[in-house]
């Protein structure tokens, strides 16, 4: 048999595995490309319609954002994930079709001017609805299987709510082959999710390597560095506003200030929630507690809510979030997107940024390019919605809440794969992963350690 890289080689999005076995074609997530791609790039180099299965890892776009547009390539098999990955996967994926959709009016509306023509959204609502059919939910130990020769286990990967890494058991020329997908690994004590669950056996690991190079701050430490962000901001009568990523960030994010608020670290304040996804997906958090951790589950079942405390606004029509303005000081402001490259947090930055009073918090990766890295690459004016912006408010990066494992969290869960002898690296920037490569080699002298480029075949 053998494995293809259509995705998340050397970079981080559009995970995308091809494993082909005589009897079965299996995808290992089918993510979107995010960042400088355009839609010919979203294109399958394969044939879907011969696809058999799909196991989706995890509920994030780079992971799932292409699943309706396998299903117009003429994909029919089924696709197979966690409850909650295919719940949170709805979410994302409307979201995903509407921000597409907005975007392609803008666009074609300047093309129509210059008398050219833009291509249509990859998928629209519609095809996201037909997509629901072909989803096949599994619980996280439950061993599936796919033929008499093909069986897998889904384990918690512990990144987001319901994610998780796939150990195969392919049998092929009467030997037994066991592969590892690592999917999204999470960092350790967060919290809501688990820490990553130990894999068991495994010759061969694909592994990502997202931030391979270093690693983390303590969470302890990044809710002391908020508490400094939120009481600069109040003791000048300024606000707080925070850039988030709408599914697990926001969450997480809630969870730190209603702590916060109970050991009365947390001033009187008003704490808005600006984001109609991140609203929808803490709902559908707390409708999931068999994926929590032991503290957030025990919380719920003696009937409190780990995200809500007496400061939290709920703003979901545009008419609530516009009226944010009107509150001068003393609020922290949550929005998307994550990375200031659109939503409602343009808003919010383009009333306050200029203002040195107020604080901006960082707590999610900015990529290159984003409005996000300008600002905290220290730009002193930023362009929002045309209009030159100073950045006088003060900027706090705060490292600590990563989903993601760190190299010594990467390592550590390798050490415990019994039988290693082939180490993949996948999801990370080529510098990041070349230097990860070099530290698993030291660590693992007896393990062969590659990185796959694009469409590379690897015999298994
Ligand atoms: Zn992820």
């Given at each position: 048999?053998r494995?293809i890289a259509y995705g ?15 009897e079965?074609?299996i ?5 979107l ?5 355009d ?5 399958f180099?394969f ?5 058999d ?6 509920a994030?776009?780079d ?13 029919k098999g089924k696709i ?17 079709a509407?921000?597409?959709y907005?975007d ?17 959204p ?16 599994v ?5 599936m ?5 093909i069986t897998?286990?889904l384990k918690?990967a512990?990144?987001?709510?319901g994610?998780?890494?796939?150990q195969f058991s ?5 030997k ?8 999204d690994?999470?960092?350790?004590n ?19 390597a997202?931030y391979g190079d270093?690693?983390?701050k ?13 009481d ?7 606000n ?8 697990e ?6 969870y ?10 947390l ?18 958090f707390?409708?999931h507690?068999?994926?929590?951790d ?22 979901r ?11 001068r ?18 808003h919010?930055?383009?009333?306050n ?7 901006i918090?960082?707590?999610g ?5 984003t ?13 929002i919605y ?8 003060r ?13 010594l ?9 019994k039988?290693l ?8 920037e ?12 030291e660590?693992f002298?007896e393990?062969n350690v ?11």
């Open positions: 048999m494995i998340a080689v050397e970079g981080v999005t559009g995970s995308c595995f091809l494993l082909e076995h005589e079965c074609k995808l290992v997530d089918c993510g490309f995010q960042g400088d791609f839609s010919t790039d979203q294109e180099p044939n879907a319609s011969k696809i299965f799909v196991i989706i890892t995890h994030h776009l992971h799932i954002g292409r699943i309706p547009l396998l299903i117009k390539r003429g994909f197979i994930c966690t409850k909650a990955t295919f719940e949170l996967g709805r979410l994302m994926l409307i979201d995903a509407k921000v597409m907005e392609y009016l803008v666009k074609s509306r300047k093309a129509e001017r210059r008398g050219e023509s833009v291509n249509p990859l998928y629209t609502e519609d095809d996201i609805i037909e997509s629901y059919d072909y989803f096949k939910t619980e996280y130990k439950e061993t299987r796919l033929n008499k020769n897998f286990t918690d512990g990144h987001i709510l994610s998780s890494y796939i392919i049998h092929e020329g009467g037994e082959k066991k592969i590892i997908f690592s999917g690994l999470g960092n350790r967060k919290p809501i999710v688990r820490n990553p669950s130990p894999p068991d056996d495994g010759e061969t690991v694909f592994i990502e997202t270093r690693e983390h303590k969470f302890d430490e990044s809710k002391r560095e908020l508490k400094e962000a939120i600069y901001a109040f003791k000048n009568n300024g707080v506003i925070i850039p988030t990523f709408a599914l960030r926001a969450q997480e994010l809630l730190l200030l209603r702590e916060m608020y109970e050991e009365k670290l001033p009187p304040c008003k704490v808005f929630l600006d984001s109609p996804l991140a609203i929808s997906a803490t709902e559908l707390k409708r507690i068999e994926y929590f032991k503290e957030a589950c025990d919380m719920i079942k003696k009937g409190r809510d780990p995200f809500s405390f007496p400061y939290l606004i709920y703003t029509s545009v008419e609530e979030s516009k009226s944010i303005n009107y509150y000081g003393n609020s922290i402001i949550i929005a998307g997107s994550g990375m200031c490259n659109g939503g409602r947090i343009l919010h930055l383009k009333h940024l200029w203002n040195p009073n107020n604080s918090v960082f707590i990766f900015q990529a290159k390019g409005l996000g890295r300008k600002i905290v690459d220290g730009e002193r004016f930023v362009n045309g209009e030159q912006i100073k950045v006088n408010a900027v706090f990066t705060i490292n600590g809440f990563s989903s993601h494992a760190d190299k969290i990467l390592k550590n869960w390798l050490s415990q794969i039988s002898k082939n180490i993949y690296l996948i999801h990370g080529k510098d990041i992963m070349e230097k990860f490569s070099q530290y698993l080699k660590s002298s393990v590659c990185i796959p480029k694009f469409g590379e075949a690897i015999e298994i």
